[in-house]
């Protein structure tokens, strides 16, 4: 069965420091994908990044970088010299490769960036 | 660029009235998907569609049905609603053609039962 972990419920930090999201992920296909989505306090999910299970290359993307670990089963994401704005839920999900591609979200780490 | 568009955004009903949400797709996507959202938790799939046919069911209620038509934009029924309901229900969809995995949301439509 599929599972999403996001260990940290809640973090908070200092603006402009680092942080980070960690994700751990269980699926039994070869085939999969990961995603990050953010949802701020208006409610909308935003999409931010999606990984291919064949694809273990890092990204970084302004102040947003990822790390997927295959042999770790893990997405973690980092957002550096965080802003009052990255104030967010960010969710890591999951999705198989198959045709029924549903997303399993993790149950979402509520970022607090304190000016 | 189109977002997926949902309607209404906000909607209060009452205990055992029905309520239907719409949404319609970003052009050219093909498959639509249906979220619920409760207070504090992650949303949770309910239904998919494919080309108009129903292609992966989760946890839907039974007072759930829905149904995506031949313009691909789709409509979740609820009936009965029980104070339970009370959510954000999110739309998404993708487009299937190119190996596209990525589903984009709509803004939401929050339902309140009272």
């Known amino acids: 069965a599929q599972k999403v972990t996001q260990a940290q419920t809640e973090i908070s930090v200092v603006e402009k420091e680092d942080v980070t999201l960690d994700c751990v992920y269980e699926?039994?296909?070869?085939?999969?994908?990961l995603f990050w989505y953010k949802q701020p306090p208006s409610g909308e999910l935003v999409f931010l990044i999606r990984r291919n299970s064949f694809d273990e290359q890092n990204e970084i993307s302004g102040r947003y970088s990822w790390n997927f670990q295959k042999s770790t089963s893990s997405f973690n994401f980092t957002i550096t010299a965080s802003q009052v704005v990255d104030s967010a839920v960010y969710f890591c999900a999951l999705s198989e490769g198959n045709r029924d591609d549903k997303i399993i979200f993790g149950k979402g780490t509520r970022l607090h960036i304190l000016p | 660029a189109a977002g997926v568009i949902q309607s209404p955004r906000h909607l209060i009903k009452e205990k055992r009235e029905t309520a239907t949400l719409k949404c319609y797709p970003i052009p050219r996507h093909d498959t639509v998907y249906w979220y619920q959202q409760g207070p504090g938790q992650d949303p949770q799939f309910l239904i998919s569609?494919?080309?108009?046919?129903?292609?992966d069911k989760g946890s839907i209620p039974d007072r759930f049905s829905a149904q995506q038509f031949s313009d691909y934009h789709s409509e979740l029924n609820m009936s009965s609603l029980e104070l339970g309901d009370s959510a954000l229900y999110f739309c998404?969809?993708?487009?299937?053609?190119?190996?596209?995995?990525?589903?984009?949301f709509g803004p939401g439509t929050r339902l309140l039962v009272l």
């Open positions: 569609f494919y080309e108009k046919m129903q292609s």
């Open positions: 998404a969809s993708r487009a299937t053609s190119g190996g596209q995995r990525t589903q984009y």
């Open positions: 699926t039994r296909d070869t085939t999969y994908y």
